[in-house]
């Protein structure tokens, strides 16, 4: 099996890729060119320097996938999108009012990428045959807890994964016809980079917030998650919400 894995050079896309390697996929990382550089060499990844919001970017590292895995009797049979960015600004703040800029970026990155691989990476494996299960493929992509409960200074952030979240449902309706599933994963704080840029005390007080288990969660839980999709066979068209039970605040 070949996969496609965006922002699979650190993070929840990391461990991602570690799964779907212990699998015995083929794994395509689409990522930006400084974060690949970070990564280093692995076996069995193939790095693409690809800029999710590029879709003839997105389209090209693909079709490189795609003929990959035919060309190896692999074919691209798996899709995760968990390329991402989370800035945090008030739509209207002590100096200045929210930067139209940085919200279309916000939505460009998280969900028109996302819409970039969904789009490219169906297109391939509708034209796969079916799987012993009568699959052709499995599309999964990370949306957030903040698209339900999203904070204050989140408007741009919540609104990109509302629309991941939002799109799930119609797309599995839409590549059904083509026996191809599509699900979503909403994690709630999880310990990643990002995380780990906070001091000690926010930490944890981030983790505190949580009703059980009283921690973050790892990277590797959601990328469990991802295998749960991958296995269940009748799990399609769901947002599933991976948090502890979290609920989020205002703030």
Do not use: W
């Not at 002590?94 to 990155?109: Q, S, Y």
């Amino acid at each position: 099996m070949t996969a496609l894995v965006t922002g699979g050079a650190s993070g929840i896309g990391a461990a991602v890729v570690d799964r779907l390697v212990a699998r015995g996929a083929s794994v395509f990382v689409l990522d930006l060119g400084p974060s690949i550089e970070r990564a280093g060499p692995r076996s069995e990844v193939h790095y693409c320097p690809t800029d999710v919001t590029d879709a003839y970017q997105v389209k090209q590292a693909v079709r490189a996938a795609d003929q990959h895995g035919r060309s190896n009797d692999r074919p691209l049979r798996v899709a995760v999108s968990c390329a991402g960015i989370a800035p945090s600004m008030r739509l209207i703040g002590r100096d200045n009012e929210h930067d139209p800029e940085l919200f279309g970026r916000t939505v460009a990155v998280n969900l028109l990428g996302t819409m970039h691989v969904l789009l490219y990476a169906a297109a391939a494996m509708s034209r796969n045959e079916p799987d012993g299960d009568g699959e052709r493929g499995t599309v999964v992509n990370f949306a957030s807890i903040a698209a339900f409960d999203g904070q204050i200074g989140q408007v741009a952030y919540a609104a990109s994964k509302a629309g991941v979240a939002g799109m799930t449902l119609p797309a599995a309706r839409d590549l059904a016809q083509h026996k191809i599933r599509v699900c979503a994963i909403a994690p709630g704080v999880i310990d990643t980079p990002m995380f780990g840029a906070f001091p000690a005390e926010v930490r944890e007080a981030i983790a505190a917030s949580v009703p059980f288990p009283r921690r973050l969660g790892h990277p590797d839980e959601c990328a469990r998650m991802v295998e749960l999709v991958l296995d269940h066979h009748y799990l399609n068209g769901e947002t599933i919400r991976l948090d502890g039970a979290l609920r989020l605040p205002p703030r």
